[in-house]
Nanobody, 128 residues
Framework: QVQVVESGGGLVQAGGSLRLSCAASGRTVSDSGMAWFRQAPGQEREFVAAINSEGRAQYYGNSVSGRFTISRDNARNAVYLQMNSLKIEETAVYYC?????????????????????WGQGTQVTVSS
């Protein structure tokens, strides 16, 4: 069993930045892809970014490409999401998830049903 805990959310003005952290425990996740999803009230869970187990391949949702950066530290069993130029419409709960495999394609990593472990989420609120 893997426990996943997100942190770093909060209130930020539009155009600002936040860095989210995700810490995994219970077993190493260095052999698993990791991802961030987000969900706004009344909307479906949306893929944000993913990274393969070695950290050599990253995948981004179209709306965040060029502004968000996903990274990982396998020594710390952690993954991070640097979010820049935040927009009001990106207000949501951000979730970290552990994938079933170490690597894959954008199509694979963007599917929330292919992740086994999820955190409780961290709220990000972007204000005007």
């Amino acid at each position: 069993q893997v426990q996943v805990v997100e942190s770093g959310g909060g209130l930020v003005q539009a155009g600002g930045s936040l860095r989210l952290s995700c810490a995994a425990s219970g077993r190493t996740v260095s052999d698993s892809g990791m991802a961030w999803f987000r969900q706004a009230p009344g909307q479906e869970r949306e893929f944000v970014a993913a990274i393969n187990s070695e950290g050599r391949a990253q995948y981004y949702g179209n709306s965040v490409s060029g502004r968000f950066t996903i990274s990982r530290d396998n020594a710390r069993n952690a993954v991070y999401l640097q979010m820049n130029s935040l927009k009001i419409e990106e207000t949501a709960v951000y979730y970290c998830a552990v994938a079933r495999t170490s690597s894959g394609s954008y199509y694979y990593f963007s599917r929330p049903d292919l992740y086994d472990y999820w955190g409780q989420g961290t709220q990000v609120t972007v204000s005007s």
